[in-house]
């Protein structure tokens, strides 16, 4: 071929390569930006959860951790692979290490001695063939989410989730327990500082559980009615 033929097909490569890598640019882009938390999403979060900062900069700042867990819920939820979906909540402007500082704190009390007073269950029988799953939600066994705020009582709803299915499973009938009350008074944990849920059972097994919608109390002291 005569040069300037050659050197009109390298041009021509040179330039059809050019405009393909600017495609693959655009795409990525806009893949990127259909992730990316619009304003809209921002404000529907802020007014949903009641959230208010001290400055434009604090704003800024938690923004930019907004949009950062937005992106990974819309990812993970594209991805399609795992068998539950995400979505935005209250933490949604925490990075993980903050949420953890804040919700994850509490230590429980010692209780090395309190184990070799446990209750004997006796013998599980075994079956041959056993279901590969339960839904113990859609059997009524579950009770709603309950939120434990920054107390460190996380072993209360333990406790109390325990118990309200193992009920229901017995009698059918599906209770919602007072985990204030563990909170309150149960002296064998500590609180909001941690505790232990088998210790907490204990505590209801010889004073009662009181039921959420009839718990009373007096100071620290709770009147059981269940």
């Given at each position: 071929?005569?040069?300037?033929?050659?050197?009109?097909?390298?041009?021509?490569?040179?330039?059809?390569?050019?405009?393909?890598?600017?495609?693959?640019?655009t795409a990525?882009?806009?893949?990127?930006?259909?992730?990316?938390?619009?304003?809209?999403a921002w404000e529907e979060f802020k007014t949903q959860f009641g959230?208010?900062?001290n400055s434009e900069d604090e704003e800024l700042e938690r923004k930019?951790?907004?949009?950062?867990?937005?992106?990974?819920?819309?990812q993970h939820n594209d991805a399609g692979a795992a068998k539950y979906t995400l979505a935005v909540n209250q933490f949604a402007d925490l990075t993980n290490s903050e949420w953890s500082a804040?919700?994850?704190?509490?230590?429980?009390?010692?209780?090395?001695h309190s184990k070799d007073n446990l209750p004997y269950l006796g013998q599980v029988e075994e079956k041959l063939e056993l279901a590969d799953s339960i839904d113990w939600v859609s059997r009524g066994a579950v009770t709603p989410v309950k939120n434990q705020g920054q107390c460190g009582s996380c072993w209360s709803f333990s406790t109390t989730g325990a118990m309200e299915g193992s009920y229901q499973v017995a009698?059918?009938?599906?209770?919602?327990?007072?985990e204030q009350?563990?909170?309150?008074?149960?002296?064998?944990?500590d609180g909001c500082s941690g505790g232990w849920p088998y210790m907490a059972m204990t505590y209801a097994s010889r004073n009662g559980a009181c039921l959420r919608s009839e718990e009373r109390r007096v100071g620290k002291e709770c009147r059981s009615r269940w």
């Open positions: 071929l005569p040069i300037s033929q050659i050197v009109v097909i390298v041009l021509f490569c040179q330039v059809s390569v050019m405009a393909l890598s600017s495609l693959v640019f990525t882009l806009t893949a990127v930006a259909s992730d990316a938390p619009t304003d809209e959230k208010s900062y930019e951790v907004f949009a950062e867990n937005y992106v990974w819920i819309s804040t919700y994850n704190r509490a230590v429980p009390p010692s209780a090395d009698t059918a009938q599906l209770l919602s327990l007072a009350q563990l909170v309150d008074c149960d002296r064998s944990n």
